[in-house]
């Protein structure tokens, strides 16, 4: 009798095809999150930047943008801003990542808490920025290690290799820094009532203060920037897909999102990594603090290896 081709399989090669199906299935299922909504252009993509800002973050929020912009069911985004801040080149690549999305399509960001330094840099792109009253935002400014000292050894080989000086660090910490203001400019210039040198100082500003000087557009929440969003897409009828952060920690944000009137789908979470700490950071508060800590009241510093150089402002 002639067997069917499944009975001609062994027991090892039926298992093998079934998974094999699984896996072709899944990947087919996969970047359908966003094709459950009504249809094309009808989705706002909510994308969260928790946490400090390193490459992972910036890794998976370029991948989540451009699954955004490459699916037709999204016609808006929401970046829901809770950052202190991190590294430089990491802030950049979102910086990036949201400037190829808001010419592709609206993005509001909205920030409840925190979007300082490195936070800040990554949504200035965005076509507006939302605060809450008492978020805090701005810190325009780069704080980096000051190293000691050092000069050629024998077992270097050539003059300059594995050697560094303050004044490298210095030079360095400020091109980061002008960068970032130059970036400010060229995002809010029109709106900004500050000076340059007044931007460049790192200040952190309330939201209500934010609003009133440029560096953020008007007060609202994330639910606020959801709806305006859509509103400037033109949907009618739309669904809240949220992608949760799984690169840092979730800020506890202020309010209860529960019982909104669209569906909403939530995807992944998990901790925080470590930054390294021998690298230049965008400027955040908890640095500000540590170094005023380690500085006496006369100015000079009690920890001069652990003393950050910064460019934010008046130098520690």
Not at 50 to 60: K, L, V, Y
Not at 176 to 203: C, M, N, P, W, Y
Request: aromatic content about 4%.
């Amino acid at each position: 009798m002639e067997l069917r081709p499944w009975r001609r399989l062994t027991r090892r090669q039926q298992v093998t095809a079934v998974v094999l199906v699984a896996i072709a299935a899944g990947a087919l299922a996969a970047p359908q999150v966003y094709a459950q909504a009504n249809g094309p252009d009808e989705t706002v993509a909510v994308i969260e930047v928790s946490g400090a800002i390193d490459s992972n973050t910036a890794q998976e929020f370029e991948d989540q943008l451009r699954e955004a912009r490459h699916n037709e069911s999204v016609g808006a985004v929401v970046l829901d801003v809770n950052s202190p801040g991190g590294q430089p080149a990491s802030s950049e690549r979102m910086y990036m990542a949201v400037e190829r999305t808001s010419a592709a399509m609206p993005v509001i960001a909205a920030v409840d808490q925190m979007g300082a330094s490195g936070g800040y840099y990554a949504m200035l792109p965005a076509d507006e920025i939302y605060v809450t009253p008492s978020s805090t935002v701005g810190s325009v400014g780069v704080m980096g290690p000051a190293p000691t000292p050092t000069g050629p050894s024998e077992s270097t080989t050539a003059p300059d290799k594995g050697t560094s000086h303050p004044d490298d660090t210095r030079a360095d910490t400020e091109l980061i820094k002008e960068t970032f203001v130059e970036s400010v400019f060229e995002q809010r210039g029109d709106d900004l009532e500050l000076t340059r040198e007044e931007v460049s100082h790192a200040r952190i500003y309330f939201g209500t203060e934010a609003v009133d000087n440029g560096i953020a557009d008007e007060i609202g929440t994330v639910d606020d920037a959801i709806h305006d969003v859509a509103t400037d897409a033109e949907m009618g009828s739309y669904d809240v897909v949220t992608h949760r952060s799984e690169a840092g920690v979730r800020m506890p944000i202020g309010f209860d999102t529960a019982g909104d009137e669209h569906e909403t789908v939530v995807v992944g979470e998990r901790s925080d990594k470590a930054l390294n700490p021998h690298q230049p950071q965008l400027v955040t508060p908890e640095m500000w603090h540590n170094a005023v800590d380690d500085t006496d009241f006369d100015g000079s510093a009690t920890h001069p290896q652990e003393t950050a150089v910064e460019t934010g402002g008046e130098t520690e």
